[in-house]
């Protein structure tokens, strides 16, 4: 009876392993690739508008030194406030590589956040890797024995993850790519999103 007890107050609970038909590693390269000539194209733009900006670009001459431009007056950035010098048109500030420095571990959905996590588990058959929560952590599990006449060898992998206060274990979902990358996803609480 007290065995009982302690098993649901521990709420261990197991998660199924659902196989999938594609490939993490072919995702994640097509993505890489899209973003890099989306960016390659927004440098050719960038490029584009400068030769454009300075196709009357001329020399001042006379007592004053230093250039102007057709394009405006320049302003610079200086903390939070732009100082305005004359010389040339500015554009607003922008560094696409910011958007990327977000947690790998949440993805922005429609309908909220979700944790994403990834577990390299491509040494092991599909059989052998178990998920499952226990309380508030995640455990990843897997074991592989082989067994010949003359030895017997054994790989295993452990992985504990500790999940954001409130997720409900019902609603996570694992997922394993034909390379053998184990996903596992579950929606983030509100308690965690506004922390």
Do not use: W
């Not at 993490?24 to 989306?38: A, K, L, Q, Y």
């Amino acid at each position: 009876m007290q065995t009982r007890s302690k098993s649901k107050m521990s709420g261990e609970r197991r998660i199924d392993v659902t196989r999938s038909n594609y490939s993490v590693i072919d995702t994640e390269f097509d993505s890489m690739r899209e973003r890099f000539e989306n960016e390659m194209r927004r440098v050719e733009d960038e490029m584009q508008r400068l030769r454009r900006e300075f196709e009357g670009y001329k020399p001042v001459t006379g007592a004053r030194s230093g250039y102007s431009s057709s394009a405006g007056p320049i302003q610079t950035y200086n903390g939070d406030r732009y100082q305005d010098h004359g010389l040339m048109s500015t554009r607003p500030i922008y560094d696409p590589y910011l958007d990327n420095l977000k947690s790998p571990l949440i993805k922005d959905e429609s309908d909220g956040k979700t944790l994403r996590l990834r577990f390299d588990v491509a040494q092991y058959k599909p059989e052998e890797v178990t998920v499952k929560t226990v309380g508030n952590r995640l455990l990843v599990h897997a074991k592989h024995e082989e067994k010949t006449p003359s030895r017997t060898a054994y790989r295993e992998y452990n992985q504990e993850f500790m999940l954001p206060r409130g997720t409900n274990p019902e609603q996570i979902s694992s997922t394993l790519s034909t390379d053998g990358v184990l996903t596992v996803e579950a929606p983030l609480p509100q308690l965690a999103i506004q922390q």
